[in-house]
């Protein structure tokens, strides 16, 4: 009986809040620079989740956060903190450290002794789970885990799928797209064919590819009817359209050859846009690319195809744009006579 006892009595102090054991406690009150001064004054890395109050997969992790294998981690070895992405403020703080939300929640990892990002990663509703929440809090207390040894890991050979994609997920959510594409593109080649269809490929396509120049890209866009028939039709089209928007306004789009922006129009024929809409997409990068290699004719002749597909005539404004943009990429003077004439006349100065 008193063994019993001592068991019951036991259990009992266990359901006391002052003894049972909690979640993740994230800091209630104060700003990021509060907890950044927290964790280092306690000398711990700095767990920040990005989110919006909104956020239905977000809200979902609540549960999550709350499970005690969770907090047994989380409150050890870090200070948490939520950053609401609504708030503009955190938006600028966000903009500050160079961090580029894509989708919450995204999780990010910060030393704070010189705010290096040690581990980030965005969370689907497919992620949410005990193992795999505390896999990405082991791998932050881990140095050789780091992202700052990424770089290094890939240069040494090391091509391990999943390291891959984490190095190319933690490059876009940094803003860095030549790591990214180098990273996402032999994370690609390594991809056996009948896995491109797979939920967890489709959702490295949507939120960590940043290139079209690799082989998954160009199956996705070859088989959009089965990607639509397996995920939401609208979650296909935002995803390849995202895609193109990224090559064709990042710094890519000053390295792309004729050849390149072809090869785009092709997927683009391939994921079933018109040519009037392809046209507009592309009129600028390939104008700019045949006026920088002195081919002025042809790029006037880009934009003469851009307004014929127009589907409104052009107004003012639409012509004192094409004057100013062709004064501002040309000295030829038979380019800047044909816009003198065609364009300049009739715009606004």
Same mark, same amino acid.
């Given at each position: ?6 068991? &019951? ?83 600028? &703080? ?30 689907? +509703? ?21 992202? !700052? ?82 995920? +939401? ?33 092709? !997927? ?24 920088? !290699? ?56």
């Amino acid at each position: 009986m008193r063994i019993a006892s001592s068991y &019951l009595s036991f259990f009992l102090l266990l359901a006391l809040p002052g003894f049972a054991q909690k979640g993740i406690n994230f800091i209630k009150t104060g700003n990021f620079n509060m907890a950044l001064a927290t964790a280092k004054q306690q000398n711990k890395l700095l767990f920040m989740e990005v989110y919006a109050p909104d956020c239905h997969i977000c809200n979902s992790f609540k549960g999550t956060f709350a499970q005690p294998q969770v907090g047994a981690i989380y409150n050890a070895k870090f200070v948490n903190f939520q950053l609401d992405i609504r708030n503009p403020e955190n938006q600028k &703080l966000l903009k500050k450290l160079k961090i580029n939300i894509n989708a919450t929640p995204t999780f990010i990892f910060i030393d704070p002794s010189n705010l290096q990002i040690v581990g980030a990663k965005i969370f689907g +509703e497919r992620d949410n789970s005990v193992i795999n929440v505390n896999s990405i809090a082991q791998k932050a207390i881990n140095p050789a885990e780091h992202a !700052q040894n990424y770089a290094k890991r890939l240069k040494a050979g090391d091509k391990n799928p999943q390291f891959l994609l984490n190095y190319a997920e933690y490059a876009r959510i940094m803003g860095d797209t030549t790591a990214n594409i180098l990273a996402f593109n032999e994370f690609a080649k390594s991809l056996p064919t009948n896995q491109y269809t797979s939920q967890s490929t489709f959702n490295a396509i949507q939120m960590v590819m940043m290139n079209n120049n690799n082989p998954l890209f160009d199956y996705f866009v070859s088989h959009i009817p089965t990607y639509e028939k397996m995920f +939401e039709a609208s979650s296909v089209r935002m995803t390849y359209e995202n895609i193109f928007q990224i090559v064709l306004t990042s710094s890519q789009a000053n390295k792309l050859s004729l050849a390149d922006i072809q090869k785009i129009k092709g !997927q683009m024929t391939k994921a079933g846009l018109d040519a009037s809409s392809i046209q507009r997409r592309m009129w600028m990068v390939e104008s700019s690319l045949l006026f920088k !290699q002195k081919k002025a004719t042809q790029a006037i002749q880009v934009i003469e195809i851009l307004l014929s597909v127009l589907p409104n005539a052009p107004g003012p404004k639409e012509y004192q744009y094409l004057c100013d943009y062709v004064n501002g990429k040309t000295k030829d003077k038979k380019a800047l006579s044909y816009a003198k004439s065609h364009w300049c006349k009739f715009g606004m100065k």
